[in-house]
């Protein structure tokens, strides 16, 4: 007597595809949180920055890194770490931003200038360990000319599709036009490179999230 071989029903089979479905669904949802959650941490590490800045002008009448008597009216700043006050924060300067903005108590951290150097002790990073820099300067892409600005950089090793989505929510989605670019800065390490990073065959130019590079960089300009 032959044994009689048993197959899935069409109910087990759509049960099962059901399930594979959820699964996949709660995966891709899941990885939507976490691109989300990171895009805001951006976001609210650059504009905590930036509200410190403002209000270091505010308090001091003088831009941080750039503060000539900081050593005198800021608690811990050395007087190796007095910038020269003439409006633009420069050089070294772009170090001794986070000693004055740490020290003053508008940015969370300690952090100690030294001449030349960016390091965890010196700059505080992104979230993906890429140094920031707040500086004057055109290390931003344009379109045309870029002409200096103070801005702050994201640092590297960025996704480029979360740069894309901050870009998005912030600004105008032009990684070479608006207030938040694409920028070639290092901090130390690899530069990204705008080939990899920027989409320059749409018009205007678009982040090039198809390639999903991992290691770009922006700068919020003010």
Known sequence: MKNRQQGFTLIEIAIVLVIIGLLLGGVLKGQELITSARVRNMISQQDGIKAAYFGFLDRYRALPGDYAVASTNIKGVAATANGNGDGQILGDEAIMVWDHLSHAGFINGSYVFTAGTVNDTTTPKNPYAGYLQLIYDDVYSDAGTASKRHNLKTGIQVPVNILAEVDRKVDDG??????????????????????????????????????EENNCGAASIF
């Open 174 to 211: 032009n990684p070479q036009g608006g207030a938040f670019r694409f920028s070639v800065y290092a901090g130390g390490a690899t530069a990204p490179t705008a080939a990899t990073c920027i989409d320059t065959t749409t018009t205007p130019a678009s982040w090039k999230v198809s390639g």
